[in-house]
T-cell receptor, first 113, second 110 residues
């Protein structure tokens, strides 16, 4: 069964550093998402991406965040200057249509020290 | 404000002991309600989508139902492998993103 793959599985970085989290969505999907889950809290929406542009973003997704689909298969989340509070699991998801179920990857655990 | 509340936060069952998980929601026009299963250290795994009140979906020992205010995930004769956190999420008609509840952590003891 096709799946969403994310790399790395765990990333440790120092406060103020830039990180790029990578995702390969399911190949025939058209909608791409990033969510995050701080330990013990809800899964929270960050951003959705369709047709090579951001379609929605949450208040969390401020100027330090950016997304890119650099080629036909990868989808990346960049955090420009990491803060301690950015420590969380970051999940990439994709769907075939806007109201189809989202399929999630297994996440990247980001630890900011 | 769109909101999802799940109860109980944690549920311990003996193998074979059926029960239900609740998901109450308020949303400005429901496009869909989604149930996911999440194992420790993994991403949410899709289980069901429900679109309108009265709709029911089944998969093995799980059955999801939907009313205008809440959804139930019924677990019949659970097994230890059903132990996981079950997440409920809603999608509003006005936007595409999912709003998640905190989840119910289910433990099934043999």
């Amino acid at each position: 069964e096709p799946e969403v793959t994310q790399t790395p599985s765990h990333q440790v970085t120092q406060m103020g550093q830039e990180v790029i989290l990578r995702c390969v969505p399911i190949s025939n999907h058209l909608y791409f998402y990033w969510y995050r889950q701080i330990l013990g809290q809800k899964v929270e929406f960050l951003v959705s991406f369709y047709n090579n542009e951001i379609s929605e973003k949450s208040e969390i997704f401020d100027d330090q965040f950016s997304v890119e689909r650099p080629d036909g298969s990868n989808f990346t989340l960049k955090i420009r200057s990491t803060k301690l509070e950015d420590s969380a699991m970051y999940f990439c998801a994709s769907s075939s249509l806007g109201d189809s179920p989202l399929h999630f990857g297994n996440g990247t655990r980001l630890t900011v020290t | 404000e769109d909101q999802v509340t799940q109860s109980p936060e944690a549920l311990r069952l003996q193998e074979g002991e059926s029960s239900s998980l609740n998901c109450s929601y308020t949303v400005s026009g429901l496009r869909g309600l989604f149930w996911y299963r999440q194992d420790p250290g993994k991403g949410p795994e899709f289980l069901f989508t429900l679109y309108s009140a009265g709709e029911e979906k089944e998969k093995e020992r799980l059955k999801a139902t939907l009313t205008k205010k809440e959804s139930f995930l019924h677990i019949t004769a659970p097994k230890p492998e059903d132990s996981a956190t079950y997440l409920c999420a809603v999608q509003a008609k006005s936007q595409g993103n999912l709003i998640f509840g905190k989840g119910t952590k289910l433990s099934v003891k043999p």
